[in-house]
């Protein structure tokens, strides 16, 4: 008799959500939004709008459509089996390159109490290639192991953080705070700037739905897990910008590489400063561990379903697909090789922000697919009318959001999506001639 792997929990689902969300970036983004003004304050509001509706969206469909896969199932189910493989390689692709950025984010952070990685090309590599490697470990031992990993590392990630935004509202001055627009643009032309910018910090809101069938209750769990994870997260982000723009005077909070350490070496001397370098070093570590994790589950779903090749389908005894994750991790490792060769650093980053698209668009078709699986089944949560108004303000926000990366991204894209049609090919005309 084959033992059952264990499943997660409510507090785990959500330390998911949260800990793909949180990475590095939130701990240098205020500095980037402070050479915009306060207006900055209003992007955050919005673009937390906008990931609210989204979380909702998905969280009324985990009570749907019950299969694992998220951001793959949802739209499957409602578009058929090339829209479903297209989201599901678009957003493979994204987990496995990201995960190379994320890598190198750590070691940049890691620089800050190791000086010679930022100039020893031979330790990047090692320490690299030992993170991804150490997490994909872990990952094969089971979700249940990977979860515990998400539980420390969100709440040791959220400590300085939260430190910095109860703390320092004793040092908050008004006098600091920016004016409104410093930019030379229009209030109306910057908007759209500061909306894009805090966008990207609340992708991964749909990972949650993704391990459904490793969760318990999964159609209480995941719902409640992917609202209060968004929720947590945006009053992080809001509340630490807030009180960033209060502590440090605009111009050094303009040029800082670490805002929320210098705010904290202003509370409470060097050791805050240490505290939040050491903070953003376990963030970059839980996020890693997050999405190699989603990285793993995401091609098991579509191999499932007969669209990606049955290797990724396997399992080991600990319910973890362990073959999935070795394959994503050594296509991770390419990258992470590549990132780390002089030259290509730039191409590197166009390539982050071309996934970073393609990691979009499963919004939009999510939001698209709830209108018209639930209108379809007559599965309406509350009335037509709110299920209709939630998905087109979900598919308008996400439409607004891939066009906001720019014409350049939005094309190479594309061009990366297409790239997937030859092997969608393959598959089904592999499944053709087994059947």
């Avoid at 998911?16 to 509001?45: C, D, E, H, R, T």
């Avoid at 209750?217 to 982000?237: D, L």
């Avoid at 959001?401 to 594309?414: C, L, N």
Wanted: hydrophobic share 55%; aromatic share 14%.
């Amino acid at each position: 008799m084959s033992k059952i792997p264990p499943k997660i929990g409510l507090v785990t689902a959500t330390c998911i959500v949260i800990g793909n969300m949180i990475g590095v970036g939130i701990f240098i983004l205020p500095a980037a939004l402070s050479k915009y003004g306060s207006i900055s304050l209003l992007g955050w509001v919005f673009t937390t709008i906008g990931a609210l509706i989204l979380a909702k969206i998905f969280s009324n469909f985990s009570k749907i459509i019950k299969k694992g896969g998220g951001p793959y199932a949802y739209p499957k189910a409602a578009f058929g089996d090339f829209m479903g493989f297209l989201i599901a390689w678009g957003y493979w692709l994204s987990c496995w390159i990201g995960n190379a950025a994320l890598t190198v984010a750590i070691i940049g952070a890691l620089s800050f109490f190791f000086p010679v990685l930022e100039t020893n090309t031979l330790y990047k590599v090692v320490i690299g290639l030992g993170l991804i490697w150490t997490f994909t470990w872990i990952n094969t031992r089971g979700i249940k192991e990977s979860g515990r990993v998400q539980v420390v590392t969100t709440v040791l990630k959220l400590l300085p953080l939260v430190f910095v935004i109860v703390v320092g509202a004793f040092f908050f001055s008004i006098d600091n705070f920016p004016e409104f627009n410093l930019t030379s643009e229009s209030d109306f032309a910057t908007f759209p700037m500061v909306a894009a910018l805090t966008l990207y910090a609340f992708l991964g809101l749909e990972c949650a739905t993704i391990p459904s069938q490793s969760i318990r209750n999964p159609e209480k769990t995941i719902p409640k897990a992917t609202m209060m994870g968004t929720i947590i997260t945006a009053s992080v982000y809001i509340l630490g910008t807030v009180v960033l723009f209060g502590i440090l005077p605009i111009d050094r909070l303009q040029t800082s590489a670490a805002p929320f350490a210098e705010a904290a070496r202003i509370i409470a001397g060097d050791f805050g400063g240490y505290f939040v370098a050491i903070g953003v070093i376990i963030s970059g570590l839980g996020v890693l561990n997050g999405w190699i994790m989603v990285t793993g589950q995401v091609p098991l779903a579509t191999a499932k379903d007969g669209l990606f090749p049955k290797v990724f389908r396997k399992e080991n005894e600990k319910g973890a697909p362990a073959m999935g994750l070795i394959i994503g991790s050594l296509l991770t490792t390419g990258v992470l090789l590549m990132n780390l060769s002089e030259g290509l650093v730039d191409q590197f980053k166009f390539i982050v922000d071309i996934v970073v698209f393609v990691a979009l668009v499963p919004y939009l078709f999510t939001a698209a697919a709830y209108v018209l699986i639930l209108i379809e089944k007559k599965v309406h949560l509350q009335s037509w009318v709110k299920t209709f108004v939630l998905g087109g303000l979900g598919f308008s926000y996400s439409l607004w959001a891939i066009f906001g990366s720019g014409q350049e991204t939005v094309f190479y894209g594309f061009i990366l999506l297409v790239l997937g049609i030859p092997f969608y090919v393959l598959m089904k005309w592999n499944k053709r001639h087994q059947n």
